[in-house]
């Protein structure tokens, strides 16, 4: 048994009820607030491969069975029928100019798709929030977890020797309470945003009634997925909108705006949300024939910015979970799986007692290091957006780190202390950085190939796939070499990339660290 300790979590999203949970397995006496009460609507919905996995391994590691069928949609469907999701099967893109409709010019269309499964059994899932949140709260209490919600913590007091709330002691305090900033407020944390790139703003909603892409661009080529089973992102001039669907006929979309895109529909710099959705939707036709007869399920919303960014993510009894510390833009979808990153890691520092500070010092190193790298992804991307074979080409450094980073989690090693998204990694590290120097340079596609070959092993960057790219598990085995296994040792792990043998307590799937006998 590790040292007992009792910590307090603020915030109960998905990530301080996982963490109270795990903590509460591993032998803690774990206390989760939350100012608001479940189930509550909340935005960040839609799941990748690296969090599905990073599930998974939670799963195996503490025993969190329902984590390890929530981690794939046909496994979800099959047990938590009630817990409402999308399936997701990659990543859509489409280029919409305005005035115009979106042109269907077949396989040279400015339409990129890429699969993140081989098939709906083993694919994503978007999760709504409201259940899907609700479910981990209702598990974390399950498994002893104290939790209180309708609560506000006025009173904070963090010494050298304990952490008092509204006159609670604890040994530790997590501040999961997302951009709210519970601990930020508390303890005066100064903001970090000047770093940031990336400005945006956000109109935002759930919709009935959406129709489907199909519907209204008839007779696009066929794609590795049906396009809208996907996040579907739609590019727009100074932004894009995001649009994912759920199983109950619910899409969750929202438009995210620069301050250039924003100004371009708009000069009011709060404007009346409905009105610029509508404003947005006269400008896209294609768009707005998708959404112009869907109804808002939830007023239609409207942020003047979505960034913010913190100066420390740790102190003595105290961290931040990723989204309390900083926050960049919904492309790319990396929110979820960094939380599931931190959760894992601060779950290894609490298995033996209280973190250390060396242990608390590179969590805080990593996640700066790993908020710098999403930002400047995410304003390469931006930069790009006016040209959709640059952006085409930007996101393939995307989805070469993250493809690498699944496939070596899944057959190499998957040690949580590795850096997100390519941090640490001498190939992968500088290139959103380089890419944001080149992208007006001649030649930007064929650098982006060439930067990213000793890391491609989903034949990404290729003319000859016309932007459409399924699983391919041929070209895998071609590339293994770049994973530094052989040929015959990838072959006889396809099983497992296509999902097929596991169980919850199937260790041989996933290379841990160390594995530590589940409490
Ligand atoms: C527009 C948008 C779209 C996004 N889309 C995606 C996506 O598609 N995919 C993805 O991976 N990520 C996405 N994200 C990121 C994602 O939302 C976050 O990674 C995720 O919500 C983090 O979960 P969390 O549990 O840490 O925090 P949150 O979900 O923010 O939950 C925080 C909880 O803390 C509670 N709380 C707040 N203050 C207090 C307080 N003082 N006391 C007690 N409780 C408090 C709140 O009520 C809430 O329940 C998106 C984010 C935004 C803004």
Known sequence: ?????????????????????????????????????????????????LANL??????????LTDCYHLAAHGRWLERYPDVMRGLKRGFTY?????????????????RLLVAASPSDDIADSHWLRADVDHHFVREAIAAGVDYRDNVEITDVAITKRGVKLNGHQFDFVIDASGPGGFLARHLSIPSGLARTLTRSALVFSH???????????PGLPRGPYPDDWAAVHHIVDGGWMYALRFDNGVTSAGFALSPAGLAAVTR???PDAAALWRLLLDRYPTIGAAFGDAAPTRPIAFRARIQHRLTRATGERWVLMPHAYAFVDPLF????????????RL??????????AEALARYAALLSAEADQIDRLVAGAYDAMAHFDLFAAHAMIYFATVSYAEVRQRLVKADPWSGFLGVGDPVLEPLPRASRRRLRLKGFAEWVASAIAPRNIAGLADPAAHNLYPIDLDVLVDRHALLGLSREEIVAALPALRGGGGSVTDRSRVVLPQVAQVR
Request: proline share 6%; hydrophobic share 40%; aromatic share 8%.
């Open 207 to 217: 919709f009935e009634g959406v129709r489907l892409m199909p519907e209204v661009v």
């Open 1 to 49: 048994m590790p040292k007992k300790c009792a910590v307090a979590i603020v915030g109960s999203g998905f990530s301080g009820s996982i963490l109270a949970r795990v903590l509460a397995v591993q032998g803690h006496d774990v206390v989760l607030f939350e100012r608001g009460r479940h189930p509550r609507f909340a935005i960040g919905e839609s799941t990748t491969p």
């Open 347 to 356: 779950a290894l520092c609490f298995e033996d007692g209280l973190p250390d």
């Open 54 to 63: 990073a599930l998974e391994r939670l799963a195996r590691r503490y025993g």
């Open 94 to 110: 489409y280029r919409h100019h305005p005035g115009e409709p979106f042109v269907n010019r077949g396989l040279d269309s400015e």
């Open 333 to 344: 979808s990396t929110g979820i799986a960094w939380s599931f990153r931190a959760i894992e």
């Open 268 to 270: 009011s710099k709060a």
